[in-house]
Nanobody, 118 residues
Framework: QVRPVESGGGSVQAGGSLTLTCTTSAFDLNMCGLGWYRQAPGKEREFVSGVDYDDTVRYAGSVKGRFTVSRDNAKALLLLQMNSLKPEDTAMYYC????????????WGQGTQVTISS
């Protein structure tokens, strides 16, 4: 396993788009699964979206229909396409490798900041 590394954050206006990239390993993608989480100031970290090792895709209700998670297996990337961004999407976004008994330990990246202005 490798520690995930996030990139692609930035500042955009409401209604805009951003794509976040999580650089990982083929092992993490295929054997562990990964997820995107976010934490806004003063709030708890929350799940956003993820792809499990069995290819199950999940979304938080607040982003469903606006965000799309995908995998680039050739480059060992987990991508998060974020459209129709809202000020309430402002947060630090983290990528995490999932724990899987006998295979994987949980590993967090350092995060990338997303700021949406109204």
């Amino acid at each position: 396993q490798v520690r995930p590394v996030e990139s692609g954050g930035g500042s955009v206006q409401a209604g805009g788009s951003l794509t976040l990239t999580c650089t990982t390993s083929a092992f993490d993608l295929n054997m562990c699964g990964l997820g995107w989480y976010r934490q806004a100031p003063g709030k708890e970290r929350e799940f956003v979206s993820g792809v499990d090792y069995d290819d199950t895709v999940r979304y938080a209700g607040s982003v469903k229909g606006r965000f799309t998670v995908s995998r680039d297996n050739a480059k060992a990337l987990l991508l998060l396409q974020m459209n129709s961004l809202k000020p309430e999407d402002t947060a630090m976004y983290y990528c995490k490798s999932n724990f899987r008994l006998g295979y994987c330990y949980e590993s967090w990246g350092q995060g990338t900041q997303v700021t949406i202005s109204s």
